[in-house]
C-alpha cells in the first residue's frame, strides 16, 4: 500500500471514528430538542420516533410564558455572571501570589486548605452554610447564590489562573518594574492582558458551574421570583406524572445560553486549557 | 486613571454581587409561608390558587406560596429546621410523618382535628397515617390508593381472565405475552414505587416492615420469629416466581416508576398495580387507554386483600408565628370545598368522589388500604430496593434476602432513633 492511499485510509478512519463520537455525544441533545418539538400524544407514543408528525412550539410557549421561565433565565445569569466576576477578581489576585510566591509558608497552607476544600461534597456543607446565610440574612436573595457559587470555584480558578502565571516570564514583569511600573500596574497592564484566553476560560468555568447548579438553588431560596432555572427544570417532574414535553423545553432552553457563550469563546476556551500545560 | 479604573471595576463587582441581596421576611404573623408540591399550569393549580387567594382576603392574611418537588421539599425542610427558619404550612408525604416527627417541628392538631367539622368523612386508616406518637400532625389532602388496573382488551385476545390471587397470576405466565406482544403483569423494580409495592405484598400476607413495641419503639420481628420469616421470603419467591413464569419483561428488575407507568399506558404490559394518575393518560394515549378496568390487587391464596394507602398530610410547623391561622390553613385544604375543587378523584373525604371509574374503582379499595408506620424511611426503603435487587439481579435466595432486609430494617432503626429500647 503506497504512502497516499495509507493517509487516506487513515483520514477515513479518523472521521469515521470522528462521526460516531459526535453521533455518540449529539444524539441525547438530537432527542431533547425532538422531544421538545413533540406533542404530549407523539413523546407518549408506544414506540418512539426520530420524526415529528405535527412539530410544534407548545411546549416552548407554555414553558416561556405559563411557567415564567423569563424570569428564572434572569435570575440565572444575575447570580451566575455576578459569581463569575467576583471569583474572577478573587481568583486573579490570589492566583498571582499562588505562582509568584509559593515558597512562602502562608501560600502553601493555603493551597493546600484549597485543595482540602475541594474534596468536600456540596452537600455535606447544605446545613452550615444554610445557617450561614441565615446569620448574614442573606437567604431568599441572590447574595446567598452568588456567594455560595464563588466560593465553590474559587480554589480550582485560582489553581488555573497560577498555573497560567507561571507560563509567564518574570522577566516581562522585571522589565514593566524598571519602566517604573508599580506591581499592580505592572499585573493590569502587563500580565493580565497576556492571559486573556486562560482568563476566559476560568471564566466560563466559573459561569457554567454557578447556571448549573442545582441543589443551593432551592435550598437558599423559597420564593419563585428567585428561582433559578435548575431547580426550576424539576418543577415538571411530578411526584407520579413528568411533563416531558415542558421538560425537555425548558431543558433546551437552559442549555442556549451555555452553548451560545461557549460557541463565541471557545478558541480561548481551549488555548485557556493550554496555557501552562507545556512549560518550555 | 488606570487605578480608578480598577478601583470603580472591583466596588461594581461587589456591588453587583450584593445588589441583590436582602433578609428574608421570615417571622411576620401576618404572612403564611406555604410550600406545595402541584404541577403549575395543572387543573391542582388552576383550582387551588384562588382559593388560597380568597382565604387570605377574607382571613387578612399574606399567603407566600411556593412550589417545589416532595424531593425538594424534604431537603428544604431539613436545612430550614436546622437554621430554625421553617415556613408555616407544608405538603408532605406520608413518608415524612415519622422523620420530621423526631426532629420535633411538626405541630400537635389533635385539638384542631377533633373540632373539624369533616373528620367523620375521614376513614379510620386515613386518620391512622396521620397520626404518630399519640399526635395529629396533619390533614390529608391527597389520599389514593394502588388498583390492579388491566387492558380488558389484551386479556380477552389472550382468553386470560382477571387473575385474583398469586398463583392465578403465576398460572398465566407468558401466555398473554405469546398472544399479544405484551407483558402480562407489571413490577416495579427500582425507584420510590418499588418499596410500596413490596409493602403491599407483604401487607397481604400479614407482616409489616417494622411493628410498633410495648415501649412505643419500632423492631422487625421477621428473623425472631420463623413464621414471619417464612411469609416475608414467600413474598420475595412471589417476585423471584414472577421473573421466572414469564409473566413479566426481564428489564423490570431495574424499571422505576417513570418507565412502568408508561409500558401500561401504552399497551406494552397488559396488567400494572398503580395508581389513577393513570387516568390522565386517556387524553395522550386514547387508543391504548379505553380498556382499562380497575380491580383489587391480587393476593396470596393464604393471605389477604391489602393496598397501599397514600394520603398524603398537611403539616402545619411547630414554631409558626401564625400557627392558629396555619392550622385553619391546613384544614382548608382538607375541606369538603376545597376537595370537591382540586381533589375529587383522590380525596380523603367519604363524601367527595366522581363517577368515573378512576375515582369509584380507587375508592372501593380503601378499606383494604394499609400505611407505612410512622418511623424513619428514607434508609428502609432503600433496604427494600437492595433487598429485591437480591432477588432479582444478584440471584441471591429469597430467604437470604428476607433475613438481610430484617437486619438492615432494624439497624435503619437504631440508626434513626425509632428502634425498641433506643
Not at chain 1, 479518523?14 to 430538542?33: D, E, N, S
Not at chain 1, 493590569?188 to 482568563?199: A, D, E, K, L, R
Amino acid at each position: 500500500m503506497s504512502i497516499a492511499s495509507r493517509r487516506r485510509t487513515s483520514t477515513v478512519i479518523t472521521y469515521v471514528l470522528l462521526a460516531l463520537l459526535a453521533v455518540y455525544t449529539l444524539f441525547p441533545f438530537l432527542w431533547m430538542v425532538m422531544s421538545a418539538l413533540k406533542p404530549a400524544n407523539e413523546i407518549r407514543a408506544r414506540t418512539p420516533s426520530f420524526l415529528i408528525a405535527a412539530p410544534t412550539l407548545d411546549n416552548f410557549v407554555r414553558v416561556l410564558v405559563q411557567h415564567d421561565f423569563l424570569v428564572y433565565i434572569r435570575n440565572s445569569l444575575v447570580v451566575s455572571l455576578a459569581a463569575c466576576a467576583l471569583s474572577l477578581v478573587i481568583s486573579l489576585l490570589a492566583g498571582y501570589v499562588f505562582s509568584r510566591n509559593y515558597r512562602m509558608k502562608a501560600v502553601q497552607t493555603t493551597n493546600f486548605a484549597m485543595l482540602v476544600s475541594q474534596m468536600i461534597p456540596g452537600v455535606l456543607l447544605l446545613v452550615p452554610l444554610y445557617i450561614t446565610m441565615r446569620n448574614l440574612g442573606l437567604l431568599d436573595s441572590y447574595g446567598a447564590l452568588i456567594l455560595a457559587y464563588t466560593t465553590f470555584v474559587i480554589p480550582l480558578s485560582t489553581f488555573m489562573l497560577s498555573s497560567a502565571y507561571d507560563s509567564i516570564p518574570t522577566s516581562l514583569e522585571e522589565a514593566a518594574e524598571i519602566d517604573g511600573a508599580s506591581r499592580l500596574r505592572t499585573l493590569t497592564s502587563v500580565v493580565i492582558p497576556v492571559m486573556v484566553p486562560s482568563i476566559v476560560s476560568v471564566g466560563l468555568y466559573a459561569f457554567i458551574t454557578a447556571w448549573n447548579e442545582f441543589m443551593f438553588g432551592y435550598i437558599f431560596t423559597s420564593t419563585d421570583a428567585l428561582r433559578t432555572i435548575t431547580p426550576a427544570i424539576m418543577l415538571f417532574k411530578g411526584a407520579n406524572t413528568v411533563d416531558w414535553g415542558g421538560l425537555m423545553a425548558a431543558s433546551v432552553i437552559a442549555v442556549l445560553p451555555v452553548a451560545i457563550i461557549f460557541l463565541f469563546l471557545q478558541r480561548y476556551f481551549i488555548s485557556g486549557l493550554m496555557s501552562g500545560a507545556v512549560k518550555g | 486613571m488606570r487605578k480608578k479604573l480598577i478601583i470603580v471595576a472591583a466596588i461594581g463587582t461587589t456591588a453587583l454581587a450584593l445588589g441583590g441581596c436582602s433578609a428574608s421576611g421570615g417571622e411576620d404573623p401576618d404572612t403564611i409561608e406555604l410550600w406545595t408540591s402541584w404541577t403549575e399550569g395543572e387543573s391542582t393549580a388552576v383550582a387551588l390558587e384562588p382559593l388560597i387567594e380568597a382565604w387570605a382576603e377574607e382571613n387578612g392574611y399574606t399567603v407566600n406560596q411556593s412550589n417545589f418537588t416532595y424531593d425538594q421539599i424534604h431537603e428544604k425542610l431539613i436545612a430550614s429546621a436546622a437554621g430554625g427558619n421553617l415556613p408555616d404550612v407544608v405538603w408532605g408525604l406520608p413518608e415524612y410523618v415519622g422523620e420530621f416527627q423526631k426532629i420535633g417541628v411538626l405541630a400537635d392538631v389533635s385539638d384542631a382535628w377533633e373540632a373539624w367539622e369533616d373528620a367523620s368523612l375521614v376513614s379510620d386508616s386515613v386518620k391512622a397515617a396521620m397520626t404518630t406518637g399519640g399526635a395529629v400532625v396533619g390533614f390529608p389532602y391527597e389520599t389514593t390508593v394502588r388498583a390492579y388496573l388491566v387492558h380488558d382488551d389484551l386479556l380477552a385476545e389472550s382468553g386470560v381472565s382477571v387473575p385474583e390471587t398469586w398463583d392465578d397470576v403465576l398460572a398465566v405466565g407468558s401466555t398473554v405475552e405469546d398472544a399479544t406482544g405484551s407483558s402480562f403483569y407489571g413490577l416495579t423494580g427500582a425507584g420510590v414505587r418499588q418499596p410500596q409495592e413490596l409493602f403491599v405484598y407483604l401487607a397481604q400476607k400479614g407482616l409489616s416492615i417494622a411493628e410498633e413495641q410495648p415501649d412505643g419503639g419500632y423492631a422487625n420481628t421477621w428473623n425472631d420469629d420463623p413464621e414471619q420469616l417464612v411469609k416475608a421470603t414467600e413474598v420475595f419467591q412471589f417476585y423471584a416466581d414472577l421473573m421466572d413464569s414469564g409473566a413479566v419483561n426481564p428489564n423490570s428488575a431495574t424499571y422505576g416508576w417513570e418507565e412502568t407507568d408508561d409500558n401500561f399506558a401504552t399497551g406494552l404490559t397488559a396488567t400494572f398495580v398503580t395508581g389513577n394518575w393513570l387516568g390522565e393518560r386517556e387524553a395522550s394515549n386514547p387508543e391504548t387507554m379505553g380498556d382499562v378496568s380497575v380491580h383489587a390487587i391480587p393476593y396470596p391464596e393464604d393471605g389477604e386483600p391489602a393496598t397501599y394507602l397514600e394520603s398524603k398530610p398537611m403539616f402545619v410547623m411547630a414554631n409558626s408565628e401564625s400557627l392558629e391561622a396555619s392550622t385553619e390553613l391546613a384544614e382548608q385544604f382538607a375541606s369538603e370545598e376545597w376537595q370537591s375543587a382540586a381533589f375529587a378523584d383522590r380525596s380523603a373525604l367519604s363524601s367527595v368522589t366522581t363517577d368515573s371509574k378512576w375515582s369509584k374503582g380507587f375508592a372501593e379499595l380503601l378499606d383494604t388500604g394499609v400505611a407505612y408506620p410512622p418511623v424513619s424511611l428514607g434508609e428502609i426503603t432503600q433496604d427494600m430496593q437492595d433487598a429485591l435487587a437480591m432477588v432479582l439481579q444478584d440471584g441471591e435466595s429469597p430467604e437470604a434476602a428476607a433475613m438481610w432486609l430484617s437486619d438492615a430494617i432494624n439497624e435503619a432503626l437504631e440508626a434513626s432513633g425509632d428502634a425498641s429500647g433506643s
